[in-house]
């Protein structure tokens, strides 16, 4: 294919013209803004926040997110070093809603994998008091679900100042432990990513725990599951998990070197900026708006030099 | 794998309690609405209007939107009508955005494919003046890009009464003429779908024609590319369009029976209200509110009895 024809195709959403290197009245576009970072916009996560699915076409690399589901983020550390997952399915995969993964056999007494020194069940972290000491960079056109919207050390976030509660919104990428109906069921045994549009109706009904900061296009390109709620149907269709271990667990040789662009920086204000007035040939009508769940999370490896 | 262990992880989100007979207190469920529903709540596509997309793995069923971009439903069905699709390919699948078709020889003046009475060139159809004739059902939540959202004939849409326009919405599903930077360059001979989060910053700078209302599933799932903004590296990687053609170019009995939940009637405003506060025993919090791209627009084959 020429690149023409990619310019071309592609012109349908990002720029092909040339990075315009001096354009002030413009504003940047996000290429121009990553361009410019320096090493204080980006961070690594922490190893003992950090998990590592790894399935036989790549590995998906999660964020925890302690500071809104310590309890959970603490179980499923328990399970990731006991090797809970290792062998289990990806079990359901519902087009424009969730892929999610966890023991087949979890039903039945017999087969389901014991959790070991993991708790069955968990109190619910499904929003939690606004601390000041709390990251909050706000966006500035609103949401629909929330009073306010923003980012809290890389996670999307809502709050109502009125309740004086915070939470983790359901965007794409996020992973949440799947519960039954009561609350304190979803131990982390079940786990599920979102792979359409933001399901935020579930915001506060269940706990999120983290995000998928990089191979997204693992879990979002499975084939869809023809059973009621997206199951496969046969188990010959699950998607076997290699191993789910926390990165402090894996030798360092093993680790995927990973920076992410920090959310309380001008760098970060700058770069939704450009994303909320597109500056590049291609747009006639830049939105002048952004919705918390299309803020792209720029990840990178760590620069060389 | 048990039915309990179905209800139990599918409980992440839909009901699995049996559904409340009599519950008016609580409202209804949406199976509650479509179960109460009558023959005149939906409707049958037109012929004229509907696509069917046909891949190795099955078909994708599009109803075009004549009502908001007449210019390319006509080129369309030129285009169809002369196979102009037939054996092109998939070139693009970008995660979380698009997945996009046409001519891989599209920019080799030797090897494209002639366009036949189809023009290169279409006026832009990005947004179209309010009109009273026009259905639409407004959403009561509002919306992050636009003052006004809603469906009309089954299409999400905005609307801004203070310049007059109103303009299809990029929700997941929606299917539109890629284009250069020029206006008039989105002939239809390139389509894209929306894949993830709706990408609402291209409304009004592209033409959509339309939305899939069967077999999103075989566009969303297909393995997303490696190259740059999601192309395919290798032409193998490409998926073969087997036939675009026009339903009404479709004998009879190769045609898909198909049935659309019209959204300017009490049953459909029902459904938006138990959308809008979930009703069974799974969910703690209703939401209270409901964003456009997230109101399911059921499809149903017609009943037999």
Request: hydrophobic letters at 40%; glycine letters at 8%.
């Amino acid at each position: 294919m020429s690149a023409i024809l990619r310019c071309l195709a592609a012109s349908l959403a990002l720029a092909c013209a040339p990075a315009q290197a001096d354009a002030p009245a413009k504003g940047r576009t996000m290429q121009q803004v990553l361009d410019a970072s320096t090493p204080t916009d980006w961070r690594t996560p922490a190893a003992e926040n950090t998990l590592y699915l790894d399935l036989a076409d790549g590995r998906v690399v999660i964020e925890l997110a302690p500071a809104y589901a310590p309890l959970h983020a603490a179980n499923l550390r328990t399970m990731a070093h006991e090797r809970y997952f290792d062998g289990l399915a990806i079990l359901r995969v519902q087009d424009n809603f969730v892929t999610q993964w966890g023991d087949p056999n979890a039903e039945e007494k017999d087969k389901a994998r014991a959790l070991g020194k993991a708790s069955k069940t968990v109190a619910p972290e499904f929003e939690r008091g606004i601390d000041k000491e709390l990251p909050f960079t706000r966006l500035p056109d609103g949401d629909v679900y929330a009073p306010e919207v923003g980012f809290s050390d890389g996670m999307p976030v809502a709050r109502d100042p009125k309740s004086g509660k915070t939470w983790l919104a359901h965007c794409y990428g996020m992973v949440g432990a799947g519960r039954d109906n009561s609350v304190d069921s979803g131990s982390g045994a079940e786990l599920y990513v979102v792979i359409g549009e933001a399901p935020r109706q579930l915001d506060r009904n269940i706990a999120l725990v983290g995000r998928v900061v990089q191979g997204m296009e693992l879990l979002a390109s499975l084939p869809r599951g023809t059973a009621a709620l997206g199951f496969y149907d046969k188990p010959e269709q699950r998607v076997t998990i290699k191993s789910l271990r926390l990165a402090v667990d894996v030798p360092e040789s093993e680790r995927t070197p990973l920076q992410l662009l920090r959310t309380d920086t001008e760098t970060f204000s700058a770069l939704v900026e450009s994303r909320r007035n597109r500056r590049d040939d291609w747009y006639k009508q830049p939105a002048g708006k952004i919705g918390l769940c299309n803020v792209p999370l720029p990840a990178r490896k760590p620069p060389t030099h």
